[in-house]
């Protein structure tokens, strides 16, 4: 198991032509976490893709992995690729240490349970058949209900709670946003900027763009999600165009997470 060095920081571009840190994880049949957890820290990467479906293929030994990251506490986001139908305890380990997005590619036999312990965890997720083929062409989306019974599903996962605060904020529960988006932030959630760029697009929504302006300027340090930028660019756009005294109600996208 080791990062892909000659692809850190150089997997997503954003209109600035600046990096968003995220780590590609290859495996090689070991199990080893003692290199990602190095990578991790020498980078300060907060998001990894593991991109070989064989890592997952022994689920003993996968679970095993989750767990290890845990007690070391490398504390990403991350999307996997798998192959073979998931296990609740799998899928459920994969969550608690920090996967978010899911890319499986299971025959029909098995796709159903598949999407099933997906949305039970709350996965983003793209299911395709073995030749590639979408199932659903849309992209998955859940209720604000579904995402509370997954909160309480998993308690004192940060991105659990983020994900909740996001739904909310979707919904236009504007009030609601701040209780689960500031357990994520105590429970350590590892991208703040995107919790920063929530703050700011319910600043915006509240009709405070200076302040969604600042949120965003922090959001904006180091190496952030695109998310980030493209917000910037947008509240610039909006506020040089006369903002409010035209009456435009400005919409800012509080970002999906690591795809």
């Not at 820290?41 to 989750?66: G, Q, T, W």
């Not at 073995?130 to 996962?157: C, F, H, M, N, Q």
């Not at 703050?199 to 980030?228: D, F, I, N, R, T």
Request: glycine share 6%.
């Amino acid at each position: 198991m080791y990062i892909d060095k000659n692809v850190i920081e150089h997997e997503v571009l954003i209109a600035n032509e600046e990096p968003f840190a995220q780590g590609i994880l290859r495996f090689d049949g070991d199990y080893s976490l003692d290199a990602v957890a190095e990578a991790v820290s020498e980078h300060r990467l907060n998001a990894l893709a593991f991109v070989d479906p064989s890592a997952f293929s022994d689920y003993a030994k996968a679970i095993a992995m989750c767990e290890g990251m845990r007690i070391r506490d490398i504390n990403v986001l991350w999307s996997a690729k798998l192959n073979t139908v998931p296990t609740d305890a799998l899928l459920r380990a994969m969550r608690l240490a920090g996967c978010q997005h899911l890319d499986m590619m299971l025959p029909p036999e098995e796709a159903v349970e598949g999407l099933f312990w997906a949305r039970r965890y709350g996965f983003d997720f793209r299911l395709r058949n073995v030749d590639g083929t979408p199932y659903v062409a849309e992209k998955i989306s859940y209720t604000v209900a579904e995402r509370e019974e997954i909160a309480e599903r998993l308690p004192g996962l940060h991105s659990a709670q983020f994900d909740l605060a996001v739904s909310y904020f979707k919904a236009r529960r504007l009030d609601n946003v701040m209780l689960p988006l500031g357990k994520a932030m105590t429970l350590g959630f590892p991208m703040n900027e995107l919790c920063l760029n929530l703050l700011a697009c319910l600043s915006a929504a509240k009709h405070y763009p200076e302040q969604a302006a600042g949120l965003l300027a922090q959001a904006g340090y180091g190496c952030p999600h695109p998310v980030v930028f493209r917000n910037r660019a947008l509240l610039k756009s909006w506020l040089e165009s006369g903002g409010d005294l035209k009456g435009v109600r400005l919409e800012l996208e509080p970002a999906g997470l690591v795809d």
